[in-house]
């Protein structure tokens, strides 16, 4: 079974770099994790490229997945990572409004949604739904990450 979610796993790290490589650039990070950011290394222009090409790589690997697993639950996997990416983009929408409006207003509520969205959907709500679907017998209905969504 864990030979099966291998394709999954490369997909969502693929996922979680293209979209820490984007979150530098967009926020003008000089580092992360006290090494230089890639746009700092090589400039915006190719690291914003190479986060594209980091987001084609997930998908090549989420496509695998037919071969591996079969349409239905490759179907399921993709629509999970499709809807983690969705709520991924929308907190960083969030925090990249707060940033251009100058918003310093925010409550505890405030930021904790934008987390939940942000980082938190890849880092754990997404992997959750994921171990659930691969442990779900074949045939069964599916317990999808929208059931505890926002």
Not at 72 to 85: G, T
Not at 122 to 148: D, F
Request: net charge negative; with cysteine; charged share 20%.
């Amino acid at each position: 079974m864990a030979q099966q979610a291998l394709y999954s796993a490369a997909a969502l790290e693929m996922y979680h770099n293209a979209f820490l490589i984007h979150d530098d650039v967009e926020d003008g990070s000089e580092s992360r994790r006290g090494k230089d950011t890639l746009h700092e290394m090589i400039g915006i222009p190719r690291a914003v490229n190479t986060g594209d090409a980091t987001y084609l790589l997930a998908l090549s690997f989420l496509l695998e997945n037919l071969n591996s697993v079969g349409v239905s639950k490759a179907m399921h996997v993709m629509h999970e990572i499709e809807n983690m990416a969705r709520q991924s983009v929308e907190g960083q929408s969030m925090e990249l409004d707060w940033v251009a409006n100058n918003t310093f207003d925010l409550g505890d509520e405030d930021y904790y949604r934008m987390c939940t969205k942000k980082t938190c959907w890849y880092t754990l709500s997404l992997l959750c739904a994921l171990a659930i679907s691969w442990a779900h017998p074949p045939g069964k209905k599916k317990i999808s990450s929208k059931t505890w969504q926002n």
